[in-house]
Nanobody, 115 residues
Framework: QVHLVESGGGLVRPGGSLRLSCVAS????????MGWYRQAPGKEREAVAT???????DYADSVKGRFTVSKDNAKNTVYLLMNSLKPEDTADYYC?????????WGQGTQVTVSS
């Protein structure tokens, strides 16, 4: 079992920045991919960014050039640096991990982009 805990959400003005963090605990050796998904009100959950055990990254087209996903293996932590935030980035952001045949999810952290 893997437990994921996010932090770092909040209210930010358009054009601002936030950094989300996700700490993994438990059977972290299983995890081969980590990343972030988001779900806006009335919309389906969508992938935002992922990073593999080989450090390969993948981004949704809507966040390319603005968001950066990274990880610190020693701290079992994955980050999402979000720059140039837009109102349409407003959503609940969920940390995601995949490994040992399972998908793992955090409880979510809210990001609101508004003036």
């Amino acid at each position: 079992q893997v437990h994921l805990v996010e932090s770092g959400g909040g209210l930010v003005r358009p054009g601002g920045s936030l950094r989300l963090s996700c700490v993994a605990s438990g059977d972290t050796i299983c995890i081969s991919v980590m990343g972030w998904y988001r779900q806006a009100p009335g919309k389906e959950r969508e992938a935002v960014a992922t990073i593999g055990s080989d450090d390969n990254t993948d981004y949704a087209d809507s966040v390319k050039g603005r968001f950066t996903v990274s990880k610190d293996n020693a701290k079992n932590t994955v980050y999402l640096l979000m720059n140039s935030l837009k109102p349409e980035d407003t959503a609940d952001y969920y940390c995601y991990g995949h490994g040992c045949g399972y998908d793992f999810w955090g409880q979510g952290t809210q990001v609101t982009v508004s003036s």
